[in-house]
């Protein structure tokens, strides 16, 4: 995939070689001659507007997709927070009881990755606030089961910024790919197009320049040189 300075090279360069080929009868007069008829570059028009779109929907869906894994980062680190605390407090209360360590996964380091620390705090909340005998030892920690659900309530804002997040992932991997195919067939178009532009109009410098080609200089002859 070529990259964003050479896709806003493209870009550029097609709009300015189209739309001057499409307002300059004396361009579309050469033109015309080599087949590039005023229909035949209303194809390139459309590969052009089609590139120029997909590329800005892909930056579009890529600033949704930083945005979502933003959120996510806050609202999980917020959930890990009151989590932690949670958790350190069992440890204490049950720390002779490992019937109950195992029931919470009080033991072992936190997971990781998400779906693995997602895992382990729905098994300590849910697990913990389905016992009431639980929850009684608890509160005389001041953890009551308000605090719990409020701590559960956050693990589950996480899944669902998480889901948001492959939502928008999955968009902007979409995007990409349109984009990719677009930008190839204007790619693709402007190339021939250029070539024939070059041959139509080598005799008149001005009108290629008028379409945006860059025209080397002619060097003078160093035979002529001297004989200046």
Same mark, same amino acid.
């Given at each position: 995939?070529?990259?964003?300075?050479?896709?806003?090279? =493209?870009?550029?360069?097609?709009?300015?070689? #189209? !739309? !001057?080929?499409?307002?300059?009868?004396? #361009?579309?007069?050469?033109? &015309?001659?080599?087949?590039?008829? /005023?229909?035949?570059?209303?194809? $390139?028009?459309? =590969?052009?507007?089609?590139?120029?779109?997909?590329?800005?929907?892909?930056?579009?869906?890529?600033?949704?997709?930083?945005?979502? @894994?933003?959120?996510?980062?806050?609202?999980?680190?917020?959930?890990?927070?009151?989590?932690?605390?949670?958790? &350190?407090?069992?440890? #204490?209360?049950?720390?002779?009881?490992? $019937?109950?360590?195992?029931?919470?996964?009080?033991?072992?380091?936190?997971?990781?990755?998400?779906?693995?620390?997602?895992?382990?705090a729905n098994?300590?909340?849910?697990?913990? *606030? !389905?016992? /009431?005998?639980?929850?009684?030892?608890?509160?005389?920690?001041?953890i009551t089961?308000?605090?719990?659900?409020?701590?559960?309530?956050?693990?589950?804002?996480?899944?669902?910024?998480?889901?948001?997040?492959?939502?928008?992932?999955?968009?902007?991997?979409?995007?990409?790919? @349109? &984009? +990719? &195919?677009?930008?190839a067939a204007?790619?693709?178009?402007?190339?021939?197009?250029?070539?024939?532009?070059?041959?139509? *109009? +080598?005799?008149?410098?001005?009108?290629?320049?008028?379409?945006?080609?860059?025209?080397?200089?002619?060097?003078?002859?160093?035979?002529?040189?001297?004989?200046?």
């Open positions: 995939m070529p990259s964003r300075r050479s896709i806003d090279i =493209l870009l550029n360069s097609a709009h300015v070689a #189209i !739309n !001057n080929s499409l307002t300059n009868s004396q #361009i579309q007069a050469y033109l &015309k001659e080599f087949g590039y008829t /005023p229909e035949r570059i209303q194809q $390139g028009k459309l =590969l052009y507007e089609a590139a120029l779109a997909a590329h800005q929907q892909q930056r579009a869906d890529y600033g949704d997709q930083r945005t979502a @894994t933003t959120a996510l980062k806050q609202v999980w680190d917020t959930a890990k927070k009151s989590y932690m605390r949670y958790l &350190k407090v069992a440890r #204490i209360v049950f720390k002779d009881n490992s $019937g109950v360590a195992t029931r919470l996964e009080l033991e072992g380091d936190r997971k990781k990755s998400l779906p693995g620390w997602l895992a382990q098994q300590f909340y849910t697990n913990l *606030l !389905n016992a /009431p005998e639980l929850l009684t030892q608890l509160r005389e920690y001041g089961a308000d605090k719990l659900q409020a701590g559960q309530a956050e693990v589950q804002a996480v899944d669902t910024a998480n889901l948001s997040q492959k939502t928008e992932k999955g968009d902007a991997q979409t995007a990409t790919q @349109t &984009k +990719e &195919k677009a930008i204007l790619q693709s178009w402007m190339s021939d197009f250029t070539r024939i532009a070059r041959l139509a *109009l +080598e005799s008149d410098r001005q009108l290629l320049e008028g379409l945006g080609i860059v025209v080397k200089s002619r060097n003078t002859s160093s035979g002529e040189r001297r004989s200046a």
